[in-house]
Nanobody, 124 residues
């Protein structure tokens, strides 16, 4: 399994922006599919965005499309989630996850490595 470490969460007002980072260690990343999931208070974990590391192909949940941008820095082994125009409904613990088989889907069962999570709180 890879070791994943998120950072960048915090408290922001509605309409504001945050950028989350996920540092990856312990894996060669060329064949990995990576994703950001989030778990709002009292709700199930849900897919937010994903990226195929080698190709850079990206995927987004409808709820974040047009506001969030996922990217990666291959040299630094970091993945990012730029979140703009944040809404109170975006309040959640955000997790990065890795799938060694390389593909990206919204189901969390294919991801076998997870970070500890970072809290994002959006006030109205």
């Amino acid at each position: 399994q890879a070791q994943l470490t998120e950072s960048g969460g915090g408290l922001v007002q509605a309409g504001g922006s945050l950028k989350l980072s996920c540092t990856v260690s312990g894996w060669m990343l060329d064949t990995v599919g990576m994703a950001w999931f989030r778990q709002p208070p009292g709700k199930e974990r849900e897919f937010a965005a994903g990226i195929r590391w080698k190709s850079g192909e990206t995927y987004y949940a409808d709820s974040v499309k047009g506001r969030f941008t996922i990217s990666r820095d291959n040299a630094k082994k970091e993945m990012f989630l730029q979140m703009n125009n944040l809404k109170p409904d975006d309040t959640a613990t955000y997790y990065c996850a890795a799938n060694p088989r390389g593909y990206v889907i919204s189901g969390d069962y294919v991801y076998n490595s997870w970070g500890q999570g970072t809290q994002v709180t959006v006030s109205s």
